[in-house]
């Protein structure tokens, strides 16, 4: 059975610094992402990285202040999260693709993390 669990998020002041972790269990995947969620909005991208983590994709808004990473090892990927912005609050999911390469669209995605909820403060 396949799990995503995430953990890291938190209450953090504008201008500071997060590292979420993703925890898969049941398989391997070779795309991961991180998507977030805010009050009243859709889900949307934020980051996404391939098996060897060649292939790195970012959003727009995150680009430059977010580094997505993973570990093979330990069947993990992490978004380290610095220079941390008021909207940039939101419920933070990890996420999984079967047989993507890469993958920035929710669609391509089969598996979700619960969700871990970062909050950043003016």
């Known amino acids: 059975q396949v799990q995503l669990v995430e953990s890291g998020g938190g209450l953090v002041q504008a201008g500071g610094s997060l590292r979420l972790s993703c925890a898969a269990s049941?398989?391997?995947?070779?795309?991961m992402g991180w998507f977030r969620q805010a009050p009243g909005k859709e889900r949307e991208f934020v980051a996404a990285?391939?098996?060897?983590?060649?292939?790195?994709y970012y959003e727009d808004s995150v680009r430059g202040r977010f580094t997505i990473s993973r570990d093979n090892v330990k069947n993990t990927v992490y978004l380290q999260m610095n220079s941390l912005k008021p909207e940039d609050t939101a419920v933070y999911y990890c996420?999984?693709?079967?047989?993507?390469?890469?993958?920035?669209?929710?669609?391509?995605?089969?598996?979700w993390g619960q969700g871990t909820q970062v909050t950043v403060s003016s």
């Open positions: 049941g398989r391997t995947f070779n795309a």
């Open positions: 990285i391939n098996w060897t983590g060649v292939r790195i």
């Open positions: 996420a999984a693709a079967q047989g993507a390469y890469v993958a920035t669209r929710r669609g391509d995605y089969d598996y």
